[in-house]
Nanobody
Framework: QFKLVESGGDFVQPGGSLRLSCSASASDLNLYAIAWFRQAPGKGREGVSCIGRPGVSHGSGDIYYADSVKGRFTVSRGNAGNTVFLQMNALKPEDTGLYYC?????????????????????WGQGTQVTVSS
């Protein structure tokens, strides 16, 4: 198991940007597939973006984005190997929610991780994103 910690959540006006970080101390996140989820008050958890393990060919794509965030959000891995970022641009009020990252060492398809929460082993505590004028 590894401990994931999210950071970067904040209050931002519509149209603004935030960058969330998912970090693991003393762990190489390049050995893990990482998923970003969010949960708005009164709603179910939604898979926002998932990124597969580096160096692995994923039949359904190395990165998955929910339709609601395509073209606005970008997931990436930091050069040091212990952080995964979620860059969020053109934020909307409906992006408000608690954002979690989760991970697995299994070679999982990013689409399955995001849609079915497949194989996820560890979850962070979440970071709050609020988009409001």
């Amino acid at each position: 198991q590894f401990k994931l910690v999210e950071s970067g959540g904040d209050f931002v006006q519509p149209g603004g940007s935030l960058r969330l970080s998912c970090s693991a101390s003393a762990s190489d996140l390049n050995l893990y597939a990482i998923a970003w989820f969010r949960q708005a008050p009164g709603k179910g958890r939604e898979g926002v973006s998932c990124i597969g393990r580096p160096g692995v060919s994923h039949g359904s794509g190395d990165i998955y984005y929910a339709d609601s965030v395509k073209g606005r959000f970008t997931v990436s891995r930091g050069n040091a190997g212990n952080t995964v970022f979620l860059q969020m641009n053109a934020l909307k009020p409906e992006d408000t929610g608690l954002y979690y990252c989760a991970g697995t060492h299994v070679i999982a398809q990013p689409r399955d991780m995001c849609i079915a929460e497949a194989f996820l082993e560890d979850w962070g505590q979440g970071t709050q994103v609020t988009v409001s004028s």
